[in-house]
């Protein structure tokens, strides 16, 4: 979204929140001449979208790591600006393993199961209320003339290619709206060394709180009154871009009703979960020509999505996932027993000389207080009609609310997130 230049009158701004949409809004509206406070919880800027430098020589994304679809999407033109690598990967690029190591035929019959889940979708659409996309497939004669072994590589099909993407299990998915968006074309591309680099370039000059978890917020005749656990913040207006999570939870407390439409979206939409574990290793034992590597196990398993990241970043990196009911379950292990999980799964599909590896991050977005998940998913009874109802002016414009959880067409994205941000700024600049 273009922002106007200039403010129309001198205005103060807090932006709660300093991932992708807080600083998208922020860098907006101090380049406009407001004042702009941003107010974050954590000791660091990014919120879900977290380069960790835990590795001086290979930072890593423990968040957000894609953009998707790359053709005129505003986060390749920040990437670019920056220098940054952008690294396609392809889900024709793929490979299939099962549990004893044997190379199983899989894209073809992933095609397939999407058929069977579009087929299932279209027989629930004139029903008289919406259904969760389990139930949907599960009633259909497609599922149910399959053979087991059958219904097994369509669920990690499923899995995989739906759960995975929206982050909420399929029991739970709506199965009339879980893909509701617009696409950008182009490609879907890794971004290193990460995403750190164009928050701290949207985030440069700007007055950043940090550490300061937001309590309450409330209107006042003037403005807006936010208190944290530091202190007392006033404004003429604030953006609230903190995570769907965190709205659902209650630990913020709105001292006056939101809009009847924007409560009902805040508890409407699910919060999923979406889970890495990054392993280092001093040598390559996977197929290097391939970005995605499928782990079909006798049952439904965990760890059945792996990315390479040798071709982005040069190093023998592979990053496993774990999406909605199995990401729940591997938060629950410490990092010992995840790292063992990870590695019983690479050496079920590689045979037991894969080594041990010489590092481990892992990421646990359910057990953050300041995200209470990854990223937000249209739950049963949800629909586009939610995000735009969450998006934009409460209180009589003293609030406005921005986030990938409020972008009805690029939702549980970066570039959602900073299109939202960017429009709550524009709003408040013409406003």
């Not at 439409?261 to 001093?282: H, P, S, T, W, Y």
């Not at 019983?344 to 977005?365: C, H, K, Y």
């Not at 972008?407 to 700024?425: E, F, K, M, N």
Request: hydrophobic share 45%; with cysteine.
């Amino acid at each position: 979204m273009s922002v106007p230049d200039r403010l129309a009158s001198p205005r103060s701004i807090l932006v709660l929140g300093a991932g992708m949409a807080g600083l998208g809004a922020a860098r907006a509206l101090k380049d406009a001449g407001a004042s702009v406070k941003v107010i974050e919880a954590r000791n660091r800027i990014g919120g879900r979208t977290h380069t960790s430098h835990l590795w001086p020589d290979l930072p890593v994304d423990m968040g957000a790591s894609w953009i998707h679809g790359t053709k005129g999407n505003p986060v390749t033109a920040l990437a670019r600006a920056q220098g940054l690598k952008i690294t396609p990967t392809d889900y024709e690029r793929s490979v299939t393993f099962d549990s004893c190591g044997q190379k199983v035929p899989f894209v073809k019959a992933a095609k397939s199961a999407l058929k069977l889940v579009e087929k299932a979708r279209k027989r629930v659409y004139k029903a008289d209320a919406d259904l969760s996309l389990q139930v949907a497939i599960e009633a259909s004669p497609e599922w149910q003339q399959l053979s087991e072994d059958a219904r097994r590589v369509a669920r990690l099909a499923i899995n995989t290619r739906i759960e995975h993407e929206y982050s909420g299990d399929w029991s739970r998915l709506s199965a009339w709206n879980f893909d509701q968006g617009v696409d950008f074309p182009g490609d879907e591309a890794v971004v290193t060394p990460g995403f750190g680099p164009i928050l701290a370039h949207l985030a440069q000059g700007l007055d950043l709180r940090l550490g300061e978890a937001v309590r309450s917020i409330t209107p006042r005749p003037e403005g807006v009154e936010v208190r944290t656990a530091q202190g007392i913040h006033f404004a003429d207006h604030a953006i609230v871009t903190l995570p769907l999570g965190v709205l659902q939870s209650g630990d913020i407390r709105f001292a006056e009703p939101l809009s009847r439409k924007r409560q009902r979206a805040i508890e409407g939409l699910g919060m999923g979960l979406l889970n890495k574990c990054v392993l280092r290793f001093d040598r390559v034992f996977w197929p290097e020509d391939m970005d995605w590597i499928d782990f079909l196990g006798p049952v439904q398993t965990l760890w059945a999505d792996w990315t390479s990241y040798l071709p982005a970043t040069g190093h023998p990196l592979i990053v496993g996932f774990n999406a909605a009911r199995m990401a729940e379950e591997i938060e629950e292990l410490d990092d010992r027993d995840t790292v063992a999980s990870a590695v019983a799964a690479l050496r079920a599909m590689f045979g037991t000389s894969v080594p041990d590896p010489s590092g481990a991050q892992i990421s646990r977005w359910r057990q953050d207080p300041f995200a209470l998940g990854a990223y937000s998913f249209k739950a049963v009874g949800s629909s586009r009609k939610d995000r735009k109802a969450l998006f934009g002016a409460d209180w009589d414009g003293r609030l406005f609310f921005a986030g990938e959880a409020t972008s009805a067409d690029q939702p549980a994205t970066v570039h959602g997130a900073l299109i939202t941000g960017r429009a709550a700024a524009a709003a408040l600049i013409t406003g």
